[in-house]
């Protein structure tokens, strides 16, 4: 009966939207079917995952793309595509994304890859004289069911997520609806992969604290950021839930330690939206302070009921901006006047 119960909750009682925004905000050009994820590095350069279509025939066709765009010169540009080296693009179909940057200052990429045969993440050297990315290599394993996030650890380690047990789309709505908790956090550490984290319900988004201490899992529908300390050896143990009442999606860390979040307000029309986009879903990104790996407040920064932009799913924060994306749609970026 409790579960239900909220499930009607989810559906039914969710309030208006607000329409606002933290300062004026435009369409970066370049961006017309999606950026699902992004990561943005200290010097501003950010890095995109667009074409995601999550294998539904109904979806119009679109190419999988890695894009481009540098936030410190966000008045005079907009996102370009990086051209792959090296790589068959035709069966690319880009999710979660994550940079690295060595001590050399060498770019790594991992991008989660739907692909047609099996799930996999490939990496990518990111080459800045030319600005194209040259493929390094693609994990497969047995691990990866149905992926959505990639975080880097290194030029050779990571954790990902897998978002549902089934690999198909409506088996991912059917765990999601019955609040089974049946998705995960694994690590690879260059040789093997391992269980860290488990018993979640729709583990979704990953972001890590700058020292490397706290790993954050946004799992959409239980509405929570959960908090895990990240153990010398790439264990996680959890460390706080913290519920926020909104479908959150993929979260990124500001240069104060900060977690901004691309969320979805109102979970039908996110849904519906994923079905078939010619239906409007509304937009929300939230900021959660951060102190020694626990959430101390949390604010919305910005919510639109889809006019402006639909289904938002990443937040970045660069030097009073901010870059929001959207599972199909535009990308947008806001001056960050007030919170």
């Given at each position: 009966m409790q579960h239900i119960f909220s499930l009607v909750s989810m559906f039914l009682f969710k309030g208006t939207i607000h329409?606002?925004?933290?300062?004026?905000?435009?369409?970066?050009?370049?961006?017309?079917?999606?950026?699902?994820?992004?990561?943005?590095?200290?010097?501003?350069?950010?890095?995109?995952?667009?074409?995601?279509?999550?294998?539904?025939?109904?979806?119009?066709?679109?190419?999988?793309?890695?894009?481009?765009?540098?936030?410190?010169?966000?008045?005079?540009?907009?996102?370009?595509?990086?051209?792959?080296?090296?790589?068959?693009?035709?069966?690319?179909?880009p999710h979660g994304i994550s940079a690295w940057v060595d001590k050399t200052g060498e770019i790594t990429i991992f991008v989660v890859n739907h692909h047609k045969q099996r799930e996999r993440i490939e990496s990518f050297q990111y080459q800045p004289e030319k600005k194209t990315l040259l493929h390094l290599k693609t994990y497969k394993d047995g691990s990866m069911r149905h992926m959505n996030d990639v975080l880097a650890t290194s030029n050779k380690t990571f954790y990902f997520t897998n978002w549902s047990h089934s690999k198909s789309l409506w088996g991912l709505f059917l765990e999601s609806f019955l609040l089974l908790p049946w998705t995960n956090v694994y690590y690879h550490d260059g040789e093997i992969y391992k269980l860290v984290a488990e018993d979640m319900v729709m583990a979704n988004g990953l972001a890590m604290?700058?020292?490397?201490?706290?790993?954050?899992?946004?799992?959409?529908?239980?509405?929570?950021?959960?908090?895990?300390?990240?153990?010398?050896?790439?264990?996680?143990?959890?460390?706080?839930?913290?519920?926020?009442?909104?479908?959150?999606?993929?979260?990124?860390?500001?240069?104060?330690?900060?977690?901004?979040?691309?969320?979805h307000p109102k979970i039908l029309p996110a849904w519906v939206y994923m079905l078939n986009p010619i239906y409007g879903a509304p937009s929300q990104v939230i900021k959660l302070e951060i102190q020694d790996g626990l959430v101390k407040s949390m604010k919305e920064v910005y919510a639109n009921d889809g006019t402006m932009l639909a289904a938002s799913t990443v937040a970045s924060f660069y030097k009073n901006q901010t870059l929001i994306g959207s599972l199909r749609e535009k990308l947008l970026l806001c001056d960050v006047l007030y919170v």
């Amino acid at each position: 009966m409790q579960h239900i119960f909220s499930l009607v909750s989810m559906f039914l009682f969710k309030g208006t939207i607000h329409n606002h925004s933290p300062g004026p905000c435009k369409y970066v050009p370049g961006v017309e079917n999606g950026a699902e994820d992004l990561h943005t590095l200290p010097n501003g350069l950010t890095f995109i995952s667009s074409g995601l279509t999550l294998d539904n025939p109904d979806v119009p066709s679109v190419s999988g793309r890695i894009l481009l765009y540098d936030m410190s010169q966000s008045g005079e540009n907009g996102a370009i595509e990086l051209e792959i080296e090296n790589f068959d693009q035709r069966e690319f179909v880009p999710h979660g994304i994550s940079a690295w940057v060595d001590k050399t200052g060498e770019i790594t990429i991992f991008v989660v890859n739907h692909h047609k045969q099996r799930e996999r993440i490939e990496s990518f050297q990111y080459q800045p004289e030319k600005k194209t990315l040259l493929h390094l290599k693609t994990y497969k394993d047995g691990s990866m069911r149905h992926m959505n996030d990639v975080l880097a650890t290194s030029n050779k380690t990571f954790y990902f997520t897998n978002w549902s047990h089934s690999k198909s789309l409506w088996g991912l709505f059917l765990e999601s609806f019955l609040l089974l908790p049946w998705t995960n956090v694994y690590y690879h550490d260059g040789e093997i992969y391992k269980l860290v984290a488990e018993d979640m319900v729709m583990a979704n988004g990953l972001a890590m604290s700058a020292d490397g201490k706290y790993v954050y899992v946004a799992c959409t529908m239980t509405k929570d950021l959960k908090v895990f300390r990240r153990e010398t050896d790439n264990s996680l143990t959890f460390h706080q839930e913290h519920l926020v009442d909104t479908l959150v999606d993929n979260p990124t860390v500001d240069e104060n330690g900060d977690v901004w979040i691309g969320c979805h307000p109102k979970i039908l029309p996110a849904w519906v939206y994923m079905l078939n986009p010619i239906y409007g879903a509304p937009s929300q990104v939230i900021k959660l302070e951060i102190q020694d790996g626990l959430v101390k407040s949390m604010k919305e920064v910005y919510a639109n009921d889809g006019t402006m932009l639909a289904a938002s799913t990443v937040a970045s924060f660069y030097k009073n901006q901010t870059l929001i994306g959207s599972l199909r749609e535009k990308l947008l970026l806001c001056d960050v006047l007030y919170v």
